[in-house]
């Protein structure tokens, strides 16, 4: 029987489908344990199914982040079985409703807050003693195009990318030169995933590169 705990740990979170559900199955094959998380149990247990048809590792973990004393739990149980985090993937995140500025719906503006950006707060708070127990600890921020680019009617969700990106870098000018900690941030660019149809519903997905292309480009990071 598989030593789970004697396995690089990763925890990844919107990995219910998408570039989150391609990055934890190929994490697993290339022999990490995945913690994965996400609000649809359905579709985190189809991901774990996956996985272990393909001789992996998994745990889930559902839940929405939204929840902040959920994360706090989270942190605590990762601690007491593990001791250690070796990656944090934040994926997860929340489109909203393109639209101008002035008409941004402030509901959904909260909403976006909560999950783009303080629950990926919150997790790095909940994680960071676990990340500093790892010989080799990264985390590792998706983020899009729209963060350092502005774009019409997407201000909403590109506000939260770009505060996401400072948060995260921010965190690693604090944490590099005191812990193995490294950072880095992402942008995927035009991939084929649920969140991408949505935005561009004309879209001819067959052009657009598949979630496991976005998932190597964040395998790539963690060496």
């Given at each position: 029987m598989t030593d789970i705990t004697a396995k690089k740990l990763a925890l990844v979170t919107g990995a219910s489908?998408?570039?989150?559900?391609?990055?934890?199955?190929?994490?697993?094959?290339?022999?990490?344990?995945?913690?994965?998380?996400?609000?649809?149990?359905?579709?985190?247990a189809e991901v774990d199914d996956r996985i272990h048809k393909a001789g992996g590792t998994a745990t889930i973990a559902p839940f929405d982040l939204a929840d902040g004393d959920a994360i706090d739990r989270l942190g605590s149980a990762i601690g007491g079985r593990w001791g250690r985090l070796d990656a944090l993937i934040l994926n997860a995140a929340q489109l909203g409703t393109l639209a101008p500025v002035p008409h941004l719906d402030l509901k959904e503006w909260d909403k976006l807050i909560a999950l783009n950006l303080t629950a990926n707060m919150r997790l790095i708070r909940a994680l960071d003693p676990w990340l500093r127990q790892s010989a080799a600890g990264h985390v590792v921020a998706?983020?899009?195009s729209v963060a350092s680019t502005p774009r019409a009617y997407w201000g909403g969700y590109a506000a939260t990318k770009a505060a996401l990106e400072n948060l995260v870098s921010t965190y690693g000018e604090e944490v590099k030169n005191v812990s193995p900690i490294r950072v880095h941030i992402v942008d995927p660019g035009a991939?084929?995933?649920v969140m991408r149809a949505r935005a561009y519903p004309g879209e001819d997905p067959a052009r657009l590169k598949p979630p496991e292309d976005a998932a190597r480009?964040?395998?790539?990071?963690?060496?």
């Open positions: 489908r998408g570039i989150g559900a391609a990055t934890a199955e190929m994490l697993a094959r290339e022999g990490w344990h995945v913690i994965i998380t996400g609000r649809t149990e359905a579709g985190l998706v983020t899009s991939t084929r995933t480009l964040i395998l790539d990071r963690l060496g």
